[in-house]
């Protein structure tokens, strides 16, 4: 199965300021999600695009898919201290859902 | 509604013991998931069922792990015997169903963190 590789590895910024991490992928998808992994916790789910899909909001977050790049990308606006945790990009091809080693983004007050 | 239950959260044992985690999904929820998660990296998929049935399984190593998920529902992984790398966090996640781009968001529990001295 495939999995997303994440950039940058890790990101540090200051309360207010936007995020944005990219997702590239290597064959064909369904969809591709997004999760969020805060330390010591299990993931949770942020948004799904679908592959006919361009653009997706949720919130203060934006997902941005480039099918023909086979890359993604996703905005935090006006991040927060909570904002801080290990984003994860997954590529789902057909049943198959996999992770990369993901975005550590650190939020400074 | 109640999340994704995973017992026990830490556990400590000497390699060459044997381990099991336990998992009870969201009701409802038909296919289950075990993914291991070493320190720094991300999620690494062990097994998946669909209901009952095994749907993926290439990535466990079958000469020591084992997962079964009877009736449907709840599910174990079996870790025997323990090897030093075996320390990791495992994370039991269920969805509603897998196929295609019917394949949506999967919920997580909050992981069984085993440590093999």
């Known amino acids: 199965s495939q999995q997303g590789e994440e950039d940058p590895q890790a990101l540090s910024i200051q309360e207010g300021e936007n995020a944005t991490m990219n997702c590239s992928y290597k064959?064909?998808?369904?969809?591709l999600q997004w999760y969020r992994q805060n330390s010591g916790r299990g993931l949770v789910h942020l948004i799904l695009?679908?592959?006919?899909?361009r653009e997706k909001h949720s919130g203060r977050l934006r997902v941005t898919l480039d099918t023909s790049k086979k890359s993604s990308s996703l905005l935090i606006t006006a991040s927060r201290a909570a904002d801080t945790a290990s984003y994860f990009c997954?590529?789902?091809?057909?049943?198959?859902?996999?992770f990369g080693a993901g975005t550590t983004v650190t939020v400074r007050a | 509604e109640a999340g994704v239950a995973q017992s026990p959260r830490y556990k400590i044992i000497e390699k060459r013991q044997s381990v099991a985690f336990w998992c009870n999904p969201i009701?409802?929820?038909?296919?289950l998931y075990w993914y291991q998660q070493i320190l720094g990296q991300g999620p690494k998929l062990l097994i998946q069922?669909?209901?009952?049935?095994?749907?993926?399984d290439s990535q466990l190593p079958k000469d020591r792990f084992s997962a079964e998920r009877l009736k449907g529902v709840d599910s174990t992984l079996k870790i025997q015997p323990a090897k030093l790398e075996d320390s990791a966090v495992y994370l039991c996640?269920?969805?509603?169903?897998?196929?295609?781009?019917?394949?949506?968001?999967?919920?997580f529990g909050e992981g069984s963190r085993l440590t093999v001295l």
């Open positions: 997954a590529p789902v091809n057909d049943y198959k859902l996999s």
């Open positions: 009701s409802g929820h038909a296919t």
């Open positions: 695009i679908r592959s006919n899909e």
């Open positions: 996640a269920s969805s509603l169903a897998a196929g295609g781009a019917n394949t949506g968001e999967l919920f």
């Open positions: 069922f669909q209901n009952n049935g095994v749907v993926d």
């Open positions: 064959t064909s998808i369904n969809n």
